[in-house]
């Protein structure tokens, strides 16, 4: 089948060349008698709308060299014994398994019936009908080919329903998979491309300008690729706004073909702009299966999606290499929370005048079975990505709860302590219940619970951040803005926010040891907290020279190694008593 040209059998019409379709049959026989007779029976007759095209073939292996090089054969009338008693049989087998022909129906005929006993070959072979060649008669021949057509026409209407995209009459993903397996096995499809094309802000055109709009823009820019590509590429829409490209480097060239977008697409009355980020992948001919070559361009698209878009991204081994690490590490997570590997630490926060404790941060760690620590800032992404964050930051949120009530029952009573949310958490919609159900559970005060959000996550959304930010107010819990001075805030956003604390990111307090930059962000972090009545704390103090800056300038509070690492709740138990903050028990 022509896929560039590809129409679905309720459409389709006479070809180009205005010849009336047809259906063909291949008559397989070793007996010129038999093909003359089959064709006197079935002449002139039309079936389900279409006239009759017979092919001749004379032994099984004259068929499946037919077959082999000429499409749409419909129906095979193949008899049972020639050369070989079993070579109709052994012809099946080729059709089914060798030609991988699995539309095409077959009628056995037979005049020896005992060579191939009836029931035993119709439950063994995929063929439609079996026949003696005296029972089929004019009629009950018509009846039968009419049977095996319809068939032939319900199947192809599945296939192409199953493995073709109705809007952009291209293959879809199933299919060009395929497809591309088929042309990797091929000698000649050595030193070929893989391409994912991904339209830009598609969702958005389609909010915008409606569904119907995205439709025909879709349509659009799959005929651009159809005529500028050629016959010598595999074209596929594998995705709701995605294409996929398989073909030689000189054909499926990223440059040409991220260019074909700077000329707008036609779309009814409209002229419309947009742009396109490809990821591609570069194979040899059996290096690879199609099915992962489309993994390691959808690997490169994603790649380039965050760092180059509008443009592109080649896989690389490297990329490869990083996903299965990752893939190992949430592995290793998983069994992490099994096997109760992942822990807390506290760190103190302190009042810079007084140098009094005021706070506590609770922080995840996760320590292997060898001893060697994983970074958070490389598992707590990937429990994001996973929704795993969602049960772990359910269950730091219940430790470090009855972790304070716990101090507060050896006298902590002025200390509050502070837990991270992520993004994915705070959107959760069980997100506030599950916070009422720690607060009862552990029996914690409201108001001695802190949470903390980053900077970027405060500004998305504003409706929703002020919706949840208030319940969480409600509740009597404060809220604090980690990271600040990291992201793009909105001032008129900043202010309408129920916040109570701004927290210096540790980058500036850095810089309060740079003679250049002399602090400046951190500076304009605490006037604006004075401004908008807000507490400051910072972190990542280490020197007192940055602690007895950071006082000057007016900051509140603290934390950082000038005052102490994050510790295990026994060694901060250990540390509070030595501070007076808590008794001995």
Not at 468 to 486: K, P
Request: glycine share 6%.
């Amino acid at each position: 089948m022509d896929t560039d040209a590809l129409q679905f059998l309720d459409d389709e019409v006479a070809g180009d060349s205005g010849k009336p379709l047809v259906w063909r049959l291949l008559v397989v026989d070793d007996e010129p008698d038999v093909h003359r007779a089959t064709t006197f029976a079935l002449a002139g007759i039309e079936i389900l709308g279409r006239q009759l095209e017979f092919l001749h073939a004379y032994s099984a292996a004259e068929a499946a060299s037919i077959l082999s090089t000429q499409s749409d054969v419909a129906i095979v009338l193949l008899d049972v014994v020639m050369e070989r008693e079993d070579a109709g049989l052994a012809l099946v087998k080729t059709i089914r398994t060798e030609l991988n022909l699995t539309d095409l129906r077959i009628i056995l005929r037979t005049g020896q019936p005992g060579y191939a006993p009836e029931i035993e070959t119709i439950h063994d072979y995929d063929i439609n009908d079996y026949k003696t060649k005296s029972e089929l008669t004019r009629t009950k021949l018509y009846a039968t080919v009419t049977a095996a057509l319809r068939a032939y026409e319900q199947i192809r209407k599945l296939d192409e329903m199953a493995f073709y995209d109705r809007l952009s009459c291209l293959p879809n993903r199933n299919k060009f998979i395929d497809l591309s397996e088929a042309r990797l096995a091929c000698a000649a499809s050595c030193n070929e491309i893989i391409a994912i094309l991904d339209i830009d802000d598609f969702s958005e055109i389609n909010d915008a300008l409606g569904h119907q709009q995205g439709d025909r823009l879709l349509q659009s820019v799959a005929d651009r690729l159809k005529f500028e590509l050629g016959p010598d590429a595999v074209l596929a829409r594998i995705g709701s706004d995605t294409f996929g490209l398989m073909g030689p480097h000189d054909v499926v060239d990223p440059i040409r073909i991220l260019a074909l977008f700077r000329r707008p697409f036609v779309v009814q009355d409209d002229a419309m702009v947009v742009t396109a980020t490809m990821g591609l992948t570069s194979l040899m001919s059996g290096s690879t299966s199609g099915r992962d070559a489309l993994k390691d361009a959808n690997i490169a698209l994603k790649r380039a999606k965050k760092s180059r878009r509008g443009g592109f991204v080649m896989f690389s081994a490297e990329m490869g290499s990083d996903i299965r690490e990752r893939v190992r590490l949430l592995q290793s997570l998983r069994s992490a929370v099994e096997s109760e590997r992942l822990f807390i630490v506290y760190q103190p926060q302190v009042d810079l005048i007084t140098n009094a404790v005021v706070g506590l941060e609770a922080l995840i760690r996760w320590r292997n079975e060898d001893g060697t620590f994983v970074p958070p800032d490389r598992f707590i992404p990937l429990a994001e990505a996973s929704g795993m964050i969602i049960a772990i930051g359910d269950w730091v949120l219940r430790m470090a709860c009855h972790e304070l009530v716990r101090l507060q029952g050896q006298g902590a009573k002025d200390i509050r302590m502070s837990v991270n949310v992520s993004q994915i958490q705070f959107r959760n919609p069980e997100f506030i219940d599950k916070l009422k159900s720690a607060l009862s559970d552990t029996s914690i005060q409201p108001e001695c619970l802190e949470l903390e959000i980053t900077e970027s996550v405060a500004m998305e959304d504003a409706d929703f951040m002020l919706e949840t930010l208030h319940s969480v107010r409600e509740l009597g819990i404060s809220i604090a803005i980690d990271d600040f001075g990291t992201g793009y805030s909105s001032l008129s956003q900043l202010r309408q926010l129920p916040i109570d604390r701004l927290k210096i990111d540790r980058a500036f307090v850095s810089e309060l040891s740079d003679d250049v930059m002399g602090g400046h962000i951190a500076s304009m972090v605490i006037e604006l907290g004075r401004n908008l009545q807000l507490k400051v704390i910072a972190e990542g103090i280490e020197s007192e020279a940055q602690a007895a800056r950071l006082k000057q300038l007016g900051c509140h509070e603290g934390q950082g190694y000038l005052y102490a690492k994050p510790m295990t709740s026994v060694l901060l138990k250990d540390w509070l008593k030595e501070r007076g903050a808590i008794v001995g028990i």
